[in-house]
């Protein structure tokens, strides 16, 4: 997202986590956010993200375990 920095301080601003990473698009340096979130917050999530950033760049995947870190109490595989 080229307003990563907007769109993290929203997600966060909304309980989420979010972790930054810089990387290289086809277009030079972009920003990488990761957030771990049940998916029953996602739609919210993808609501925040494209309020904030119409043009973000927005993928999902499933996870099956998160250990450690900020991460939601209800997600599935946590450790306690």
Known sequence: ???ADDVAVALRGE???VTRVE???RD???AI???V?????LGKALELVCRVDPE?????EPIHHAIGGHRPTSA???QK
Do not use: E, H, K, N
């Open 56 to 60: 973000a760049f927005i993928t999902t």
């Open 23 to 25: 990387g290289s698009g």
């Open 1 to 3: 997202s080229r307003d």
């Open 76 to 78: 599935v595989g946590l």
């Open 15 to 17: 309980g989420y986590g």
């Open 33 to 35: 956010l990761f957030v």
């Open 28 to 30: 030079g340096p972009v």
């Open 37 to 41: 979130t049940p998916r029953r917050r």
